[in-house]
């Protein structure tokens, strides 16, 4: 199982993305209070700025009623990957199990955590697939696609019901008052078709409300952005990682204080739990 984020773990390894994170804050226009400027680089700025030392710099830092230590007010904004409500999303390959393990979550979580959001499933005639559904978590359900939709947009033999998506599930991202967690399954090639998907989903990665949700492994536009943002906690799920991955992403959310209710999540912790 992988982990891709700030801090991307496998099981036997730790890799550094944050060549990627700083390219893809510097892409959005961020800047994060851990991009600290090279030395020289801080000096040439001070001099075309008028200042000549670190004194005069936190002189000018105080006139513009900004504190010289991050993560108060005025000063330089802590990367949003620090906030404390999560940003999940599993990736994999088609039919590794992503919507699988977010129902099995959910399910975990109970009905005490307020949740909101949509699940996709295929829609098969026989062994035939022929579509695609999605299914709010209040039960509401709408077709995503289907060989017998007409007219575009298109992804191969399937037309995309973007009318349909808007209606019902779009709405299904918007967090109530009470919501504690948002799922989104999933942020794809025909989900990105909709201009109201597209915006929600950026919503959420804003809002101070948990997101869990599943991306496409490949493909760019709205799917790219989402894995590379910094924001986001990156989950590759593979068919030989699946029994642990429920575990390790409850553990992810409690993190963020949304925890499972007592006695349902405690074996799904102990079998995504890491020696040490």
């Known amino acids: 199982m992988r982990w891709m984020g700030h801090a ?3 099981v036997t390894r730790v890799y550094d993305h944050d060549d990627l994170e700083v390219d893809a804050r510097v892409g959005r226009g961020l800047e994060c209070a851990t991009d600290v400027p090279r030395p020289e680089v801080q000096r040439q700025a001070d001099l075309a700025n008028g200042l000549e030392n670190q004194s005069d710099r936190a002189v000018a830092q105080l006139a513009e009623h900004r504190s010289p230590k991050p993560g108060v007010a005025g000063s330089p904004p802590v990367c949003p990957a620090t906030q404390t409500a999560p940003k999940i999303f599993i990736t994999g390959d088609p039919g590794s199990g992503k919507t699988t393990a977010i129902r099995r979550i959910v399910a975990q979580l109970g009905p005490h955590v307020a949740v909101t959001g949509f699940l996709t499933e295929e829609v098969r005639e026989g062994e035939r697939r022929v579509g695609f559904r999605g299914t709010t978590l209040d039960g509401r359900s709408f077709t995503l696609a289907h060989v017998r939709h007409g007219g575009s947009p298109r992804v191969g033999p ?7 998506l808007e209606e019902v599930g779009v709405p299904a991202l918007e967090p109530g008052p009470h919501t504690r967690l948002v799922v989104v ?8 078709f909709s201009t109201a998907f597209r915006e929600a989903v950026e919503r959420l990665l804003e809002a101070p409300v948990a997101v869990l949700g599943t991306v496409a492994k490949h493909g760019v536009g709205l799917p790219k952005r989402v894995r590379s943002d910094p924001r986001v906690t990156l989950v590759e799920l593979k068919r030989a990682s699946r029994a642990g991955i429920v575990g390790e992403v409850l553990r992810l959310l409690e993190r963020g204080g ?10 799904a912790l102990a079998a995504g739990r890491r020696p040490g």
Do not use: C, F, H, P
């Open 8 to 10: 991307t773990l496998d």
């Open 158 to 164: 399937y037309g995309v019901n973007v009318a349909s």
């Open 185 to 192: 399954d999933e942020v794809g090639k025909m989900e990105s």
């Open 258 to 267: 949304i925890r499972a209710e007592s006695g349902r999540g405690q074996k």
